[in-house]
């Protein structure tokens, strides 16, 4: 199966500040019809996950600029700009290029 | 509107079955996959399995000995069925259509 390492495991951002978060496949998750699905979600306390990046770097319906997605093959980056309280939370990656699908581990987004 | 409806025991005994269905609504389960994703309490997610829009189903390898997943399209529900729960199985247990929407999830508590 593959295996997604998340790092850091935890994030301590001001607000305004910049978060990035990676997201390291054991292997490539280019499929074999060329797209990429790996998505980043943001899981908030006591709320279930929601979307915010698709296939790599394409946001979801009503996710603010501030968040974008890039990379490719095994490594992958979600990078926030100018926190907002409203983003704190565990940031989740999820691969769905290869059976079975996995998620990563997860980064807490806190402020410092 | 797109809405799912996670529903079943909050209990299980060890060693027993849990039956869990997910009512959807806005959306047709011929056109769109579910998936289920579970997350004991205070960690990650975990992804269960996915039936698809044709009806096949993929499982997470650690619990495909155990799982089953299928759906009634006439009545809008997808079920989950997973026997040989043990305490570590205890966890908050979501559907969601495709990753994008997701229900409000469904504490599973396994306990004697």
């Known amino acids: 199966d593959v295996v997604l390492t998340q790092t850091p495991v935890s994030l301590l951002i001001s607000l305004g500040g910049q978060a990035s978060i990676s997201c390291r496949s054991s292997q490539s998750l280019v499929h074999s019809n060329g797209n990429t699905y790996l998505h980043w979600y943001l899981q908030k306390p006591g709320q279930s996950p929601q979307l915010l990046i698709y296939q790599v770097s394409n946001r979801f319906s009503g996710i603010p600029d501030r968040f974008s997605g890039s990379g490719s093959g095994t490594d992958f980056t979600l990078k926030i700009s100018r926190v907002e309280p409203e983003d704190l939370g565990v940031y989740y990656c999820?691969?769905?290029?290869?059976?079975?699908?996995?998620f990563g581990a997860g980064t807490k987004l806190e402020l410092k | 509107q797109v809405q799912l409806k996670e529903s079943g025991p909050g209990l299980v005994q060890p060693s027993e079955t849990l039956s869990l269905t997910c009512t959807v609504s806005?959306?047709?389960?011929?056109?769109?996959?579910v998936h289920w994703v579970r997350q004991p309490p205070g960690k990650g997610l975990e992804w269960m399995g996915i039936?698809?829009?044709?009806?096949?189903?993929d499982y997470n390898s650690a619990l495909k000995s155990r799982l089953s997943i299928s759906r009634d399209t006439s009545k809008s529900q997808v079920f989950l069925k997973m026997n040989s729960l043990q305490t570590e199985d205890t966890a908050i247990y979501y559907c969601?259509?495709?990753?994008?929407?997701w229900g409000q999830g469904t504490l599973v508590t396994v306990s004697s």
């Open positions: 039936i698809r829009s044709g009806g096949s189903t």
């Open positions: 999820l691969q769905r290029t290869h059976n079975p699908y996995t």
């Open positions: 806005g959306f047709s389960l011929t056109s769109n996959s």
């Open positions: 969601t259509r495709s990753g994008t929407d």
